[in-house]
């Protein structure tokens, strides 16, 4: 006989069935191996507390010298259990859930008959991330049994890039108010992704009160650990249908003859043995009860009979006397045979490795009404899949989500958000906010709300919002744009709507969507009025020193050309010609080439051919000459009235801008002084100051954002423009939290909006017909004239100089061969 013990609660759900799966089990393996040397004794020890399982251990030691323990299922009590089964050299088997941290390496004498949980939280990981689910919360139940495996779980999913957003744990003695309270904390978030680990006695109650909430409906998604899903049968049916919807994950259990006899039998003893019991089915714990025995039964047997003896303390010792114990005679070896066992059980393949079962295969099953369905499966090397076996692309069956939904949810859900608006006295094109008369609530119309509205209708969910105005007691603007963004960090607001720009200090405590309009500072200044009358206009297009490099070009070509055709009977060149009227020549020759082509002037064909060159030469400079002119004639009145910033800041003149904006901050880098600075509201006040200049009470240009003055040219552009240079950004944007959810998906939205022709209806709305472009970055303010300079035209002047000294090179040699042949014909 070899005596072994079990420590459990035979009252509870698992216990009863693992009492009877026991029973089962020794009946059956010794039916089929009556001729057996050995016998299992099975000794079972009821008890649900932590001193009642110390208790029992002791007495199944000391009194009845059990050879193996089984158990015990109170997790909290395994620690103390495995110590004194080490001491004592008596294995300890456990097919109850237990925590991680119990290390096998550290305990050799503890054996762990259930799945792995490495194998578990790779497979919730895989899951989670086949949803496309980014962040989740993890609720469990706070004990040594939850924490260990806990820690497993968050890595696999941050190694799965999914970020657990909070981790609340639920203590076992938790009363439900305090579990209500904490599931009223979770609705205010925005996670709609729940990941459950529970024992069935506390996640009953939670799931439950879950249903309660409200929090069981459509959008919210709830996974559940193997510590719950392997018992669902087990659970109250009233329970059971609080859960609709929700998924979990268990190991798979192959289907098998032995498996359908093994489960008719169990039901009949069940009834036999506890016919008042809601219990309908056997569960894994049942299965792995079953097989536990087996494996004992087989290892057993491998022993010699004659060393199955327990050695006892000879010492006189009290009951609770630790070191009193003997130790098993047959222990080092039955743990090692125990190891080695390998058979196809019940609930699968019955393999240990390094002292753990071995599961690869999980099932992922969706309760739906007072029962559950097989929806898929996931093992480590294939990954998710509909049906074992199966190729089809499609990995999971079809789902009932909480709220009897087919629609997969989101992994977050939005909350009735809180819109912070600007109040505008001004500009209302991008922003209008009124109250309804009839509801009284705030409603915005302007670019950037219609904007924001249409962005909402792209999306695929819905989200329910409502404008609240950043105002003070007086309904004027409660600070400045900075201060309404911070508002969103400080969580007063969920979003900011608006005009609001996207700059980089900004982005360190708000994410923007992408823009929906772009953006950027000029300067809009008066215009600078009839500059062309004065009389040099005419002399304008060019630049002194390119009037005096003509001129020069002039003489060299005549002197280039009197040189050679002097030889020549040229009536203008030659030898006879009046010195006057060389003279003459030699200064306005090219000219008076240009204005009588017709005449012969030249007659050698080197003298016509520099003649040529200067000919095109000066019909380019005669070309640009014109064209700059009439550039100056009819542009010159839309110059501005300043030449540079660096103008505005170093004369000291007064600078606007629009108040609570940005604008400031970036003025102060600009080195303006602060005390030179002006804010204004309205366009109207902006015309006033423009006007007046800065000399009389108002401003000499003011610095805005390109889209106000869009709307400030379209009224008054005749008088005014915008000038550059243009200091970008990155345009307006909605602002919210950091790490917002919903920042991609408005993105999106706002692209699709853009890329339609609704972004074109929302701009004819507020702007017209009258529109400028929003890139228009307008003329540049530079101290630069814009006379043409001897520099445009290097390449002509020096082409001219190379083929001038080529043919005065080409001349000089004709003349020395003339020379040395005294005149005769070459």
């Known amino acids: 006989m070899v005596h072994i013990g079990a420590i459990f609660d035979a009252n509870s759900t698992e216990g009863a069935a693992a009492e009877i799966s026991m029973s089962l089990a020794i009946s059956d393996f010794y039916a089929l191996h009556s001729n057996y040397r050995t016998r299992v004794v099975l000794h079972i020890r009821s008890t649900k507390e932590l001193v009642g399982t110390a208790a029992a251990v002791m007495d199944l030691l000391r009194n009845v010298e059990v050879h193996a323990i089984i158990g015990p299922q109170l997790s909290d009590a395994a620690p103390f259990v495995i110590k004194l089964g080490e001491k004592t050299e008596v294995p300890i088997l456990s097919f109850f859930d237990t925590s991680p941290t119990l290390s096998l390496a550290e305990n050799p004498y503890f054996i762990r008959a259930v799945q792995d949980d490495s194998n578990q939280v790779k497979a919730i990981a895989a899951i989670v991330q086949e949803f496309e689910w980014y962040e989740a919360v993890i609720v469990y139940e706070d004990t040594d049994f939850s924490n260990g495996m806990i820690s497993n779980l968050v890595d696999a999913l941050q190694g799965n890039n999914i970020r657990v957003v909070y981790m609340i744990p639920i203590p076992t003695s938790a ?91 169990w039901k009949r003893n069940l009834l036999l043995k506890k016919p008042n019991t809601s219990v309908t089915e056997p569960n894994i714990f049942s299965l792995w009860a079953y097989d536990t025995i087996w494996a004992l039964a087989r290892a057993t047997e491998r022993i010699e009979a004659a060393d199955i003896f327990f050695n006892k303390n000879t010492n006189e010792s009290s009951s609770t006397d630790f070191t009193g114990l003997g130790f098993s005679k047959i222990g ?102 009124y109250k309804d008369s009839r509801t009284n609530e705030t409603k915005c119309g302007g670019l950037s709300c219609d904007v924001f509205l249409a962005a909402l209708d792209k999306l695929d969910f819905n989200v329910t919002y409502e404008f609240i105005p950043f105002e003070d007691k007086n309904g004027s603007m409660a600070g400045s744009y900075n201060e309404l963004i911070e508002q969103v960090a400080r969580k007063k607001y969920d979003a900011v709507v608006g005009d609001t720009t996207i700059l980089a200090n900004r982005t360190k405590y708000v994410d923007f969507t992408m823009p929906y309009t772009e953006s950027g500072v000029a300067i809009l200044v008066p215009v600078r009025q009839n500059k062309h009358s004065s009389m040099w206009i005419f002399f304008r297009p060019w630049s002194w020193d390119l009037w005096l490099s003509v001129l020069a070009a002039c003489i060299i070509t005549a002197l280039v050309l009197r040189i050679m055709e002097h030889q020549t009977e040229n009536t203008e060149f030659g030898v006879g010609a009046p010195p006057k009227r060389q003279l003459f020549l030699l200064v306005l020759f090219p000219f008076y080439a240009l204005a009588l082509p017709q005449r012969e002037m030249v007659v050698k064909e080197c003298s016509k051919f520099v003649l040529i060159i200067w000919l095109c030469l000066a019909f380019i400079l005669m070309q640009s000459y014109t064209a700059s002119l009439s550039s100056m004639l009819t542009l010159d009145q839309l110059q501005p009235t300043f030449d540079s910033v660096k103008d505005l800041r170093e004369k000291g003149y007064y600078i606007g801008y629009k108040k609570n904006s940005f604008v400031k901050d970036l003025l102060l880098q600009l080195k303006f002084n602060d005390s030179k600075l002006i804010p204004y509201n309205t366009a109207d006040e902006y015309l006033k100051a423009l006007s007046k200049g800065s000399e009389y009470g108002g401003v000499a240009a003011i610095f805005e954002e390109i889209p106000y003055v869009r709307i400030f040219l379209a009224k008054y552009g005749s008088k005014f423009m915008m000038a550059g240079p243009t200091y970008r950004t990155d345009g307006f944007g909605f602002a919210f939290p950091k790490d917002s959810p919903l920042v991609p998906y408005l993105s999106r939205a706002i692209l699709e909006v853009r890329e339609g022709d609704i972004m074109d209806k929302i701009e004819e709305r507020y702007f017209g017909d009258q529109k400028v472009p929003v890139s228009y970055a307008g003329p540049s303010i530079s101290t630069e004239s814009s006379s043409l300079k001897t520099y445009s035209f290097r390449r002509p002047f020096h082409h001219c100089r190379n083929c001038y000294i080529a043919c005065s090179t080409h001349f000089r040699t004709l003349h020395l061969a003339e020379t040395h042949f005294s005149g005769k014909t070459i």
């Open 175 to 265: 009363k439900d108010f305090q579990i209500s309270r904490e599931l009223d904390m979770l609705m205010t978030k925005q996670t709609r992704v729940f990941i459950v680990h529970m024992t069935t006695s506390l996640g009953s109650r939670f799931f439950t009160l879950v249903n309660k909430a409200g929090m069981m409906s459509e959008g919210y998604a709830w996974f559940m650990t193997t510590a719950m899903s392997n018992s669902i049968n087990d659970m109250d049916p009233q329970v059971i249908d609080s859960m609709e919807g929700v998924l979990g994950i268990r190991p798979y259990v192959p289907m098998s003859n032995d498996l359908e006899n093994f489960k008719q039998r």
């Open 332 to 433: 080092p070896r039955l743990l090692n045979e125990i190891l080695n066992t390998k058979f196809k059980g019940v609930s699968g393949e019955f393999h240990l490795v390094n002292g753990q079962l071995q599961t690869s295969t999980f099932e992922l099953v969706n309760v739906i009404g007072r029962g559950e369905r097989v929806v898929g499966y996931w093992t480590p090397d294939n990954g998710i899949f509909q049906k074992l076996g199966s190729t089809s692309n499609n990995k999971l069956k079809k789902i009932i989500w909480p709220g009897d939904s087919t629609r997969k949810p989101k992994c977050w859900g939005v909350p009735k958000l809180r819109i912070g608006i600007p109040v505008k006295l001004a500009f209302t094109q991008f922003v209008n906010s």
